[in-house]
């Protein structure tokens, strides 16, 4: 079979994030238990492909496996997972489904991520094993598929020259770093003014250590919720600071990656901060977090031109998210009247819309992210 494996369009088209983590169980939903509808799906997906070119799945069981054909159609990437642990007859079904995956060649398709901190989950117990399970299922996937593969594990895993074999087998390596979660490892422990030089950190030290080889950061985020990880404090206030923060390095760095998460995962516990790291609540169809409204309208460039057919203003907007043009009525105080909505332009285009009942340049104008 044949299966795309260079990026498309839709990766590089300007979008707020580079790379989203999917996890698509809502309330009531969890893995083992109740899955997803595919109408489910495409739902979560219409809303993600206005945020993202790519999102990374964990597994492929029951609807798991309708992910990248829903992808699919809403042109996003995808990078389908699948799980491995200790039951090898569940693995071999994982793996089957990634092939069946890769038979059907969607074009959206663009590799296939085989163990998610596996080796980190044996380390202590099976590591040797872990490893050399990994290195045969790899080989095995890229044999079947002819498509990329890739192993997603934490940055200390990968730091390990005793897997620098399997990497050796990998098209790519997603690397694992999440300062709230390893706070602890550090002295002084980690906080949110520490959260971003201890990734940047981590990702050069892999990325120095295998020159040559795709490093994509497969997950690193901050919670808005739960309990306090030694000098890691969940909040809104510190998951806003840590998104602006990271992804302005990375698109500064040109460093692929996949943010921790899509959303909220209500299955991993509502206090828990596990399940809080969404830029969306688990609410459907669209209920962001303040570090996606921040995201999609805290970086705007605005300007007004004076054309023949009047006033124009441009705006610096992401393709595909819903944007409201609001007027100030004066005199101040005044009240914020929307007066158009419209949809960010294509590519890395300016979005340019007319200005209605022809103001004059004294008028003040906003425009907001629309949920």
Known sequence: MTLLATANAQETVRKPLNGLCYGPFRTGEKPGGTYPTEPELDEDLGVLASLTGKIRTYGNENTLALIPKACARAGVACYAGAWIDSDKTANEQQLAALVAIATNNYPTTRGFIVGNEYMLRYEQTAFAAAKANLLQ????????????????????????????????????????????????????????????????????????????KR??????????????????LASEVNQARFVREFTEWAGQNNVEYFLFQGFDEPWKGTTAAEGGFGMLTSTRPFSPKPCLSNLLSGRMVLTLQNSPAGLRLTAGTYEGNRYVLEQLSLPLPGIWQPVASFTGAPGAAATSLPLPAAPSFDSLYRVKADF
């Open 215 to 232: 490093i994509i950061i497969g997950e690193t985020g901050w919670p808005s919720r739960g309990p306090r990880n030694y000098g890691a």
């Open 137 to 212: 299922y790899v080989q095995r996937i890229k044999a079947s598929t002819g498509g990329q593969v890739g192993v997603a594990d934490g940055w200390h895993i990968w730091n390990n020259d005793f897997t620098r074999d399997l990497v050796n087998e990998l098209d790519f390596v997603l690397v694992h770093i999440h300062p709230f979660w390893e706070s602890q490892y550090s002295t002084p422990n980690l906080t949110i003014d520490t959260a971003l030089a201890h990734v940047t950190n981590k990702y050069n030290l892999i990325a120095r250590k295998y020159p040559g």
